[in-house]
């Protein structure tokens, strides 16, 4: 089946290319902005985040990356995948958010360190870069010490296609650690509600549009945002090149620490998914029950055998 690309003339197609991404993320901001009160922060964010989700999936109809993703097997799985994880990843996540509003700007220590009198846009992009410090250590560890927390994560990276239905797909324990990473310490810096509200909308409607299976082309934008051009490579089979772009939005830490790649554009030729070698089980509770499962196994092969008294060994 030939993609809507096809259908579309070469300068409308240059155009979505270059502004799908401006007008979406700065979009989805702005109505958060706009729209924010402490009454409806819960309902808020999953509406401008399913919005955006919406409109991402016409766009990978229009304008696909690799025509062949939009027409893989397991969408159905993908999706009800995606709305399982979601409710334990949402209790995680709004455990954190609570807690992270409760002690905004509360802490004693907190006073004074968080720049108020900035301007709010300024402050939601520190607040973006502060707030994926944490995250990105952790994110980095799952992948480069291939033991429990990499286990945990795996199921972000067992699809063999990137698309809209599975920006999401994590281990609970994955969503609530990088939901308390990410907000905590920007509370315990005394950032104030508004400005967290925004941030964690920026920071999910990111987290929709570097997973999608669409042919963004950000030029100059991609030395900022972790967009997909360069997130398809984190989730390349060869954990030569998956080891790397860790940041979650903005690229801060990739360029500080010396992990961004931007190999080219063939991710789609060598494949997605799990790396060469490794493997996880095909059912969700399966995924869920995996590191732990794992993590006894382990105990068990090193636990040394009781010790016997040599009167009671056998001759």
């Known amino acids: 089946m030939s993609s809507g690309r096809s259908r579309l003339c070469p300068c409308l197609v240059a155009g979505l290319q270059r502004l799908s991404f401006p007008f979406l993320f ?9 729209a924010y009160t402490p009454a409806n922060s819960g309902w808020l964010m999953p509406l401008v985040v399913v919005a955006v989700g919406l409109l991402t999936y016409a766009l990978e109809r229009l304008l696909p990356y690799a025509p062949a993703w939009n027409n893989g097997t397991g969408t159905r799985s993908d999706a009800g995948h995606l709305a399982a994880t979601a409710v ?26 968080w720049p108020r009198d900035w301007p709010l846009p300024a ?18 560890a799952s992948h480069e010490t291939q033991g429990f ?10 699809p063999e296609r990137l698309y809209t239905l599975n920006f999401a797909r994590f281990h609970p324990l994955n969503a609530a650690l990088t939901a308390g990473l990410t907000l905590l310490p920007l509370a315990a810096l005394g950032a104030g509600p508004f400005v967290l509200f925004v941030a964690g909308v920026l920071h999910n409607v990111h987290g929709v549009l570097s997973h999608a299976n669409v042919d963004f082309r950000l030029g100059p934008l991609n030395a900022v945002f972790s967009m997909a051009e360069l997130h398809r490579w984190h989730h390349a ?8 772009n860790y940041s979650a939005t903005l690229t801060v830490w990739d360029w500080l620490f010396r992990t961004r790649r931007n190999p080219g554009r063939g991710v789609a030729r060598d494949g997605v998914g799990l790396w060469h070698g490794s493997a996880l089980p095909p059912r969700l509770l399966q995924q869920w029950i995996y590191p732990f499962a794992q993590l006894r196994l382990r105990r068990a092969q090193h636990r040394r055998p009781p010790r016997r008294w040599r009167c ?4």
């Open 237 to 244: 089979r060869d954990p030569r090149l998956a080891n790397g």
């Open 123 to 140: 402050q939601i992009v520190l607040a973006l870069a502060v707030g994926d410090f944490l995250p990105y250590l952790y994110h980095r």
């Open 312 to 315: 009671c060994q056998p001759a």
């Open 149 to 158: 927390l990499w286990r945990v994560h795996a199921i972000h990276h067992a």
């Open 88 to 113: 334990f990843a949402h209790l995680g996540e709004s455990l954190a958010w609570s807690a992270a509003v409760a002690i905004a700007g509360t802490l004693p220590f907190s006073q004074g360190v």
């Open 26 to 34: 700065g979009g989805a901001g702005s109505a958060a902005a706009g």
